[in-house]
């Protein structure tokens, strides 16, 4: 979600005596979620987007990037943090066949999300976590969501094999 955004880098030096000399600092754009022509609850009143993201990432993040923060800069927000040289990532064509360890990594993904959610209830007008259990714990929901993730599965196939048909073209 970041094409056609601002975004800037920043090489400072310390003025530590201990640990990195220099650091790289990155300041990105930040704009208004895709997702508000979808959302019907009342939201929090921010100063900015970029305030937004930057609470909402430190609350729902065990850990966050260091110097994660925002500013205003032309008339526009802007998200600050550390940049990460590296970002953790799996390379799923690696566990192929290996359908165990796939299990466990989808496993560990979902349990890093529900922890994500259950650190951000209650606040700012969001539902409690005995409310987001309730809803987890109910059924009417499971069925519109599995199918639609299914058909978005075919549809997301039908892309890639249309992609890998025309790629040489």
Known sequence: GSLGLERYA????????TGPKYMLVDMKEAVPSSLIPFVKEKQPTWECEAERVVTLQKRMQNRFPALLSYALYKGK????QEMQPTKDNINFTLLKDRYRDMYSVIDSMAILTASSQLRGTGQDGSCTTDELKAFGRRDDWQAAVLSYARSYAQRNRRYYDDFVAHRDE
Do not use: G, P, R
């Open 77 to 80: 927000s802007f998200i600050v």
């Open 10 to 17: 920043f090489l400072l030096k310390s003025a530590n005596e």
